[in-house]
């Protein structure tokens, strides 16, 4: 069975920073690209960000491009996602997701039916 588990979420300030963190089990991790999803309240969820297999090719949604970053550990078995110059409408829970492939072409990565696990969400809150 496989589990992902974000922690790292909170409530920040405009402009503030914090880095999010995504624990997997039950597959062997480091076969998988991983991605990150978020829900603002009242909105549908979005993609975010996406990383290959090892690495070696990210992808972003152009509402957070320099402003956040993808990485992995595969030896952690860990996934991240560093959030800097947080504005309030990156508010949203956040979702980590596994992909049943080790990399996605540019226009599959924001494709939710790509993914096959999620995480249960964790809130990010950006004050004004």
């Known amino acids: 069975q496989v589990q992902l588990v974000e922690s790292g979420g909170g409530l920040v300030q405009a402009g503030g920073s914090l880095r999010l963190s995504c624990a997997a089990s039950g597959r062997t991790f480091s076969n998988y690209a991983m991605g990150w999803f978020r829900q603002p309240p009242g909105k549908e969820r979005e993609f975010v960000a996406g990383i290959s297999y090892n690495g070696g090719s990210t992808y972003y949604a152009d509402s957070v491009k320099g402003r956040f970053t993808i990485s992995r550990d595969n030896a952690k078995i860990m996934v991240y996602l560093q959030m800097n110059s947080l504005k309030p409408e990156d508010t949203a829970v956040y979702y980590c997701?596994?992909?049943?492939?080790?990399?996605?072409?540019?226009?599959?990565?924001?494709?939710?039916?790509?993914?096959?696990?999620w995480g249960q969400g964790t809130q990010v809150t950006v004050s004004s």
């Open positions: 997701a596994s992909v049943n492939a080790p990399l996605l072409g540019d226009n599959m990565w924001p494709r939710a039916y790509r993914y096959d696990y």
